[in-house]
């Protein structure tokens, strides 16, 4: 099971043909939507499938449910090395927990900005232009849970406020400046925002006719690189800070499930595909968004993107790991519903910020 976007889907369909050709298992993959993969049940997942994507939020929920196989047990320990050293960013450590390897990195993301060449001449360097954008109604950012809470995440970030994920209070005082900041971009940002997650956000950017030239906060998807993919091809870029720090790591891993009858092939399979060879090769020419630094670094798949990974690799490597214990994401959803209930009542950072930090404590 997968994501239903050609980015989450292709390259794992093309993978599975190579698989099976080299005389391996015959895989099909079935798909979900984006929604339903930031919220859907990993352990109902796990119960009717071998190989299961996931990220990384899920691995303290998952371990607790033993619903998924330990790779570590299954894998062979040079693949899992070589795979860990060509981890871009985090990828891989996010989805060790409690001492144990849940799922391998084969998706890297996190939170950068997308722009369109020829609305606006470069990528944003600096916040002082975003409202101003905004307001001419060229500038949006999407807002759709759990996008907005992200963006929040990001925003502390860049503004250098340590976010403890050990503690029972996640959001420091330093966090009341980041939420004025989104507060304002909703204010100016057309309301439909709200009903956008980053994919919404990409296609109203990718038509002809759109006026919309930036968006300063969004999971970079490369397909919108592609050209063809899109009307309008989009051009990505590390976010508008010279020390892009703290951006919320994104991206996805495949998994094996403890429930199936053969999982020391599932796990055979999640080597491969997420090895350096195949990342920079297979996975990323058919669509993928690798996760191995063996793909960021090659001038071949960054020619075909526009540079889509040069571009945002500074932001990747810094990116920060969202809390993954189980009761995350109960937290995650409640907390964006509720921040955004307090973005459009203009309620006063201090209120917002206590309100999240009260459902953070109730989810440990």
């Known amino acids: 099971m997968t994501w239903d976007h050609p980015r989450g889907y292709d390259p794992l369909a093309a993978a599975s043909r190579v698989w099976a050709e080299m005389g391996g298992e015959t895989i099909e993959w079935d798909r979900r939507s984006l929604q339903d993969f930031e919220s859907y049940p990993v352990e109902e997942l796990a119960r009717?499938?071998?190989?299961?994507?996931?990220?990384?939020?899920?691995?303290?929920?998952?371990?607790?449910?033993?619903?998924?196989?330990?790779?570590?047990?299954?894998?062979?320990?040079?693949?899992?090395?070589?795979?860990?050293?060509?981890?871009?960013?985090?990828?891989?450590?996010?989805?060790?927990?409690?001492?144990?390897?849940?799922?391998?990195?084969?998706?890297?993301?996190?939170?950068?900005?997308?722009?369109?060449?020829?609305?606006?001449?470069?990528?944003?360097?600096?916040?002082?232009?975003?409202?101003?954008?905004?307001?001419?109604?060229?500038?949006?950012?999407?807002?759709?849970?759990?996008?907005?809470?992200?963006?929040?995440?990001?925003?502390?970030?860049?503004?250098?406020?340590?976010?403890?994920?050990?503690?029972?209070?996640?959001?420091?005082?330093a966090a009341h400046p980041a939420?004025?900041?989104?507060?304002?971009?909703?204010?100016?940002?057309?309301?439909?925002?709200?009903?956008?997650?980053?994919?919404?956000?990409?296609?109203?950017m990718a038509q002809p006719d759109s006026k919309l030239a930036v968006s300063p906060l969004i999971y970079g998807y490369v397909s919108y690189s592609l050209n063809g993919f899109r009307p309008q091809r989009i051009g990505f870029a590390d976010l508008a800070a010279w020390d892009p720090r703290g951006s919320a790591l994104g991206g996805t891993g495949i998994a094996v499930s403890a429930f199936g009858e053969t999982p020391e092939r599932a796990a055979a399979f999640a080597a491969w595909v997420a090895s350096g060879t195949v990342q920079r090769s297979l996975y990323a020419l058919s669509g993928g968004q690798p996760a191995h630094a063996d793909a960021w670094v090659d001038n071949t798949v960054n020619a075909l993107v526009a540079d889509f990974y040069i571009a945002t690799r500074k932001t990747l490597d810094s990116a920060w790991l969202r809390p993954r214990h189980d009761g995350y994401m109960t937290f995650q959803h409640a907390a964006s519903e509720r921040l955004n209930q307090s973005l459009r009542s203009g309620e006063t950072a201090a209120s917002a910020i206590a309100a999240l930090n009260a459902l953070y404590r109730d989810s440990k």
């Not at 939420?179 to 994919?199: S, T």
């Open 48 to 173: 009717r499938y071998d190989l299961i994507v996931i990220d990384h939020p899920h691995v303290g929920q998952v371990a607790d449910a033993g619903c998924l196989a330990a790779l570590e047990e299954l894998c062979d320990a040079v693949a899992l090395s070589e795979i860990a050293a060509g981890s871009v960013g985090g990828s891989f450590e996010s989805y060790n927990w409690s001492g144990h390897q849940w799922a391998l990195p084969i998706d890297a993301a996190a939170q950068v900005q997308a722009w369109v060449p020829g609305r606006i001449e470069t990528p944003l360097r600096d916040w002082d232009t975003v409202i101003a954008l905004a307001k001419q109604g060229r500038l949006t950012i999407p807002l759709r849970p759990p996008h907005s809470l992200m963006s929040l995440f990001t925003l502390i970030g860049l503004a250098g406020g340590p976010l403890s994920v050990d503690g029972d209070v996640l959001f420091p005082e």
């Open 179 to 204: 939420y004025d900041r989104l507060a304002e971009f909703a204010v100016v940002v057309d309301p439909l925002a709200y009903e956008q997650d980053p994919i919404a956000v990409l296609e109203a």
